[in-house]
């Protein structure tokens, strides 16, 4: 295709392409001094770029500093960075060399290890480089090379959260290694950083915060014994400080990442290290709710191993006690309301991604709490990322399939949307911007583009708003699950005491019921793990009713009745108060439980509210009338009576 050399004739060629500004992209283009076909090849790539206006102008200085042009696949992936983020554009004009990773497409096709970040980050503070400004180029260097990946599609959002915590994994690993090296041990001392947040969960954005916890021991501290500052507490305070020093200093190359101690014990006004022992008499005696809320996602990024099972070990009673108590609870649900009414009072929680409602934190509140209660008792849902979270809690029958695969698919959605809005600037954001042309910007970034029936913005918000429905629905039925105060205080059941806890319960054939209660929760079907979630708080409900051993008789009978029918195991999963009300009932009358094993469908349907309601005389007649009136056969009649 020839190109247009003429100004106003290329003017008019770039607003066709939907440049925005076509007359600034020209100046541009004509500033390269380009022949034909490689202005053709530069118009072409930024024309499919997120921002077609703002690629020309970084695609065509980094042409004019370098005086070369790109082979066209290498410009289309120039074209598609720097048509979004200005940071990295900034970055690519002081190190121009460093676009030439973007070359090589097998070291773009698969995500780097977390070793192969490591050993890389120790090679860039082993230069002659000031080891901050080395920090901050090798990782706006793998920035480039993740957001590359990204803007090409085909990385999914678990990957590039992945990839981006490898990296701060990495800068941390590499500052600790040559701090250490700088700063020698006291004999016996051992050092670790434990990642916090989104950093601990595997989930990192282009701009997040790395929330980290220091943790040490030393000789005299797990018994006690230090008195006053310990030459083990004051090494390892300077090694901390020394790590929020190298990545955090802002240099000419940036910060090479914002690091926040702030979750600790006391946050910002208790000390930045803590032994063991520290720790472990903090949480018992102080810590609140959402502090064991936020320890799901500690894990151990840097330094000693060996120190960070240890911490691993220490918190886990305290995220996960025998008993979760109702206040607790309430605490986190409150917790959340208020931060959503001070949302609210700032008038942008319609555009928040992260905080607004049917946003991120909905989902991550949700699968937390669940976490919380259920976890305490089943190991396969004490994960530290939430889509491994969310996807065992559908394993296990805490959440239904369908729901769990619509929050895992928004969550990817809204994740996106947040990597997007991060990369532009490298700033920390998750508000959508009001501006059109931005909004706009970012719709293109996700894939959305102009059809002849729909703008690409309109498809993009048409879709956003559809996602923020299905979440919030979804974390409202979950976080406020009817009656999940009473599971988080149910114990365990031991099944060494089973029967012996039957007995207690007012059982008269403990024995009995045991194997009732086997034959309901043994095996690997949906029923079988929703009755295991169900059974501690099912046997205080039906020990209240008239006859338990009836109750856990029928229970059975009618559980094996419904068998893997979806819409009756969604009504026991999803409404407790339908398990409790067939607990009491199916101990009190034989002739109901009777009725439910020829009638099983009306499980389900006790879970709609209606169900239950008193009903006139006149209503009783005209459904008799309604069920019978259409059938010929007497016999059938009667048995539609019945």
């Known amino acids: 295709m020839t190109m247009p050399t ?17 007359q600034d992209a020209a100046r541009h283009l004509t500033a390269c001094a380009l022949d034909g076909e490689a202005l053709h090849r530069v118009a072409a790539a930024c024309a499919e770029a997120p921002d077609p206006d ?9 042409i004019a500093i370098t005086g070369r042009v790109p082979s066209s696949t290498f410009l289309q992936r120039l074209a598609a960075v720097l048509g979004l983020s200005t940071s990295l554009g900034a970055f690519l004009s002081r190190h121009p060399e460093q676009a030439d990773l973007l070359r090589d497409g097998s070291a773009l096709a698969k995500p780097r290890t977390r070793k192969g970040l490591s050993d ?12 901050r400004i080395a920090l901050g180029i090798f990782k706006r260097r793998e920035l480039l090379r993740v957001a590359c990946r990204d803007l090409a599609g085909g990385t999914s959002v678990e990957e590039v959260g992945r990839e981006l915590s490898f990296l701060a994994e990495a800068a941390l690993r590499a500052a600790l290694v040559s701090l250490e090296e700088e700063l020698p041990a006291p004999a016996g001392a051992r050092f670790c950083v434990v990642g916090m947040g989104k950093l601990g969960g595997e989930e990192l954005n282009y701009s997040s915060d790395i929330d980290v916890m220091f943790v040490f021991d030393a000789p005299g501290e797990s018994r006690g014994e230090s008195k006053g500052e310990s030459l083990g507490v004051a090494w390892a305070s300077r090694v901390a400080e020394g790590v929020l020093s190298r990545l955090a200093a802002t240099t000419e190359e940036g910060q090479a990442f914002r690091v926040d101690a702030s979750l600790r014990p006391e946050g910002k006004d208790g000390p930045l290290v803590r032994s063991l022992a520290s720790y472990r008499a903090y949480y018992e005696r102080w810590a609140k709710p959402w502090e064991f809320q936020a320890l799901i996602k500690a894990r151990m990024v840097a330094g000693d191993q060996v120190l960070g099972r240890e911490f691993s070990d220490l918190v886990r009673p305290f995220v996960y006690p025998e008993r979760l108590s109702p206040e607790a609870i309430r605490e986190i649900r409150s917790m959340k309301a ?10 942008v929680a319609v555009r928040e991604v992260k905080r607004g409602p049917g946003g991120i934190r909905d989902i991550e509140f949700a699968v937390q709490l669940l976490q919380l209660v259920h976890g305490r008792r089943d190991q396969s849902l004490r994960s530290a990322n939430t889509l491994e979270a969310l996807a065992a809690l559908a394993h296990g029958a805490y959440v239904g399939d369908d729901d769990a ?23 920390q954001t998750h508000t959508v911007p ?9 719709a293109r970034s996700l894939g959305f583009r102009d059809t002849p029936t729909r703008p690409a913005l309109e498809g993009f918000e048409t879709e956003w708003r559809r996602i923020q429905a299905l979440v919030r629905r979804i974390h409202e039925k979950l976080f406020y699950r009817p009656l999940l105060e009473r599971f988080a205080q149910a114990p365990a059941l031991n099944p060494d005491a089973a029967q012996e806890r039957l007995g207690a319960l007012g059982f008269r054939s403990p024995g009995r019921s045991l194997k009732f209660l086997g034959d309901l929760t043994s095996g690997l079907s949906r029923r079988a793990q929703l009755m295991r979630t169900l059974l501690p708080v099912m046997l205080d409900w039906m020990a209240d009713s008239p006859d338990p051993d009836l109750a856990v008789s029928t229970f059975r009978d009618v559980a094996l009745r419904v068998g893997g029918n979806s819409a009756a195991l969604a009504a026991l999963r999803d409404s407790p108060p339908v398990v409790e009300l067939l607990c009491r009932v199916l101990g009190t009358s034989k002739l109901l439980g009777e009725y439910l094993l020829h009638v099983p469908e009306m499980v389900p349907a006790l879970a709609d509210p209606r169900t239950l309601q008193r009903k006139t005389r006149e209503q009783m007649l005209a459904e008799a009338t309604e069920t019978i009136e259409w ?9 539609a009576i019945r």
């Open 120 to 131: 890389a980050a120790l090679r860039a503070l082993h230069t002659d480089e000031d080891p």
């Open 6 to 22: 003429r100004a106003d004739d290329l003017t008019h060629h770039l607003a066709r392409l939907g440049f925005a500004r076509p």
């Open 631 to 639: 059938r010929g056969d007497p016999s059938a009649r009667d048995s």
């Open 54 to 62: 703002l690629a020309a102008a970084q695609v065509c200085r980094w």
């Open 338 to 347: 208020r931060a959503e009414r001070v949302l609210a009072s700032k008038g």
């Open 434 to 442: 009001e501006n059109e042309a931005r909004r706009r910007t970012l």
């Open 405 to 427: 695969a619509d929050l895992a698919g928004a969550y990817r959605f809204l994740r996106k949307i947040e990597h997007r809005l991060q990369l532009a600037q490298e700033r």
